[in-house]
C-alpha cells in the first residue's frame, strides 16, 4: 500500500498549527475550482492543510477562501507547497476508508499583517485555553498534560 501512495515534497513547514475544521474554496487564479468538495484540517500564519476527492499538484497558484469561527470569511492567494493522493482509488481504496483521496499543504503568499489577525487570534485563543487547562489541573492536583 505505500507504493499506491504518490507524495510530492516542493517545502518544509514551520510555524505553529492548530486544528481547524471547515470548508475550503480552492481556485486557480481564473476563478476555476481545482480541489471540489475539500476541507480545510488545521491552518496557521503561514498556511493551510486541507484534504480534497482530487489533488492538486504541488506548485500551482491558488486562491483559497473559508470561514473563520468569528464569522469573517478569510481569502488569500498561495500555492500549493505539497500533496499527497491515493494513484488508483477505485482498484486500491482509499487510505482512509472515505472519499478523501488527496491531501495536501497550501503556502500563503504576499500576505499582510492586518489579513493575517484573525488566524493569529486563533492561535492566541488556543494558547490562552491551554494556559487555563494547565492552572485548574493544577489546583485540583491532576496531571498536566495539556
Known amino acids: 500500500m505505500r507504493k499506491a501512495i504518490r ?5 518544509t513547514r514551520s510555524g505553529q498549527r492548530i486544528p481547524f475544521h471547515a470548508r ?3 481556485r486557480n487564479l481564473l476563478g476555476q475550482p481545482l480541489a471540489p468538495l475539500s ?4 491552518i496557521g500564519l503561514g498556511g493551510v492543510r486541507g484534504v480534497a476527492a482530487r489533488g492538486v499538484a504541488p506548485g500551482t497558484a491558488v486562491e483559497i477562501e473559508l470561514r ?3 464569522g469573517r470569511e478569510f481569502r488569500c492567494r498561495g500555492h500549493v507547497a505539497w500533496s499527497k493522493w491515493t ?3 477505485e482498484l486500491l481504496g482509499t487510505p482512509r476508508g472515505n472519499d478523501d483521496d488527496a491531501s495536501f499543504g497550501i503556502a500563503f503568499d504576499h500576505v499582510s499583517t492586518q489579513d493575517l489577525l484573525p488566524i493569529a487570534r486563533l492561535l492566541v485563543a488556543r494558547d490562552d485555553e491551554r494556559r487555563r487547562v494547565r492552572r ?3 489546583l485540583h492536583g491532576l496531571p ?3
Open 7 to 11: 507524495s510530492h515534497r516542493n517545502s
Open 24 to 26: 475550503l474554496l480552492v
Open 39 to 42: 476541507r480545510c484540517l488545521d
Open 68 to 70: 473563520l469561527p468569528s
Open 87 to 89: 494513484l488508483h482509488p
Open 136 to 138: 485548574i489541573r493544577r
Open 144 to 146: 498536566i498534560h495539556a
